[in-house]
């Protein structure tokens, strides 16, 4: 044989078995039909098994592991693919660079698309030093212990998402109006003043309780998005000496009572035999605050009509645009926290172990939810409550501890979660006549978005610059979710968010599937930018 046609053969066959790179940066490539997920054309399935692709598996195995910052190879929503190299002469090299550009949307994708790709120079720059690298094929999708890997078929991989510009858009629309969150949170602060002025007063039955105002929710986490409408305060009470009984293994709701029933307890009037009774302190700072809103001058506030099995006292703030603000009572032990929350706020690799050492060393705190007991509740039951933690989480979320402070750089792990709080707050609005979104509320979200930060631990993974990726990682994550009908409580991970028990398969089959039409379509729901 001619050493110079061997050398050719191997050179062509080489050529010819080389997967072009895709870079995330072009994100603007060519669309799909609307409501369809690409998959690959047949003819380049047929095709993979032609031209000596035998020769280039064995190659492709042998090339080195790619940068451990690299994403693995899912290409990324409108992304061009580029060309594979041929050299000239070479016509069997260019036949399988041809049969190689088809885009391998047939394969599994991972349950969360990986990390962006690094920013420390172009894909071009790098395939230069690298010749030989190569990234590996990708994994099933799968949640962390959710069971069987999904389809990416499922998660309806498509070649067009929503560009950077249009998220930022949302987001600027999203932005709150600082005087007039200056104006609202005044009057919110007023009227809760002086309810807790009237707690403490000597004629109220709290009054020999250490207490305290402790403000939650979304405005103090700074992620409330559209109109700062919505507030929420606690009013936690200190509780020494109490132990928890777990309520039918439900791992959040507890029987409370004291280690010893002293003489003179001020709570005595509230138990129920042994137990600390929530349904009638409840019911007594209800009746309170019902009573002091009457002496609250040139501000008109009414309290909203009792919701079953909510442990917040609802106040309508002002006219015409009403201001809500739930006020909630909450029990404060310094004990530490029970034994179904060991496993849970999995923060030791995105926060560090010293972090979440220091966040378990927090008081517990347990509101008047109660537990559902066949078709009423057990209105003796408390429920953990984690909204202090989350709040410290949501501001420290960075693992530098420098993100987004000041003038250090920003991350986009905020955008993410008020994109995906309005995604739903959205579809429920325009699914405001059926039922199937009622059972879904934004803590859904948030703990799904919890776990995403636990799996792109690095801040280096939300970079602004990758905004529409970081967002398509939650929406991905939260339709697994969906799809297995398992999303982990983030602090009890024995309590499943999703389970039948508590979201009928019906109502979640109809959220994924809206979402995943928006996910298909570029999110019309959010409007047109």
Known sequence: MDPRRGKATRTASKAGTEVPKVSVRSSRGARTE????PAAPKAAQANAGRGGSARGSGSQQRKSAPDSRERPQVRAPGARAKKAPVRAGDEAGAAGAQEQRAPAEGLEPPAVPGPPLSRTGSRRQEDARCPREQRPPPRPAKVP???????????????????????????????????????????????????????????????????????????????KISEPNEFDVMFKLEVPRIELEEYRNSGVHYFVKFKRNLKGNPLSQFL??????????????????????????????????????????????????????DIILALESKSSWPASTQEGMPISKWLGVKTRNELRGQPVYLVPKHAKEANGFQEETWRLSFSHVEKVILKCHGKARTCCENSEPKCCRKACLKLM?????QLKKKFENRKELNKFCSYHVKTAFFHV????????????????????????????????EELKHYFVPAVNLFSPEEIDKRSKEFLSKQIEYERNNGFPVFGDF
């Open 453 to 484: 930060c636990t799996q792109y631990g690095e801040d280096w993974q939300w970079s602004p610059r990758d905004l529409e990726i970081c967002f398509d990682n939650c929406v991905a994550y939260f339709l697994q979710c969906l799809r297995t």
């Open 34 to 37: 609307r409501s369809e997920s």
């Open 145 to 223: 212990g959710s069971g069987p890997p999904v389809p990416a078929a499922s998660l309806g991989l498509r070649e067009a998402a929503p560009g950077g510009w249009k998220l930022r858009a949302v987001l600027e629309k999203l932005k709150l109006s600082p005087s007039v969150v200056s104006a609202r949170v005044e009057v919110v602060n007023r009227v809760v003043d002086h309810l807790f002025g009237r707690l403490q007063n000597r004629e109220s039955e709290f009054r020999d309780i250490s207490i305290a105002p402790l403000r939650t929710g979304s405005y103090y986490e700074r992620v």
């Open 272 to 325: 129920e035999g042994e137990i600390l009774s929530a349904s009638k302190m409840l019911s007594k700072v209800r009746k309170i605050i019902k009573e002091e809103i009457k002496n609250i001058e040139d501000t008109d506030v009414v309290v909203e009509r009792k919701r079953r099995g909510s442990p917040a006292v609802t106040l309508l703030i002002g006219k015409p645009e009403k201001i809500s603000v």
């Open 421 to 425: 709080k309005y995604l739903l707050e």
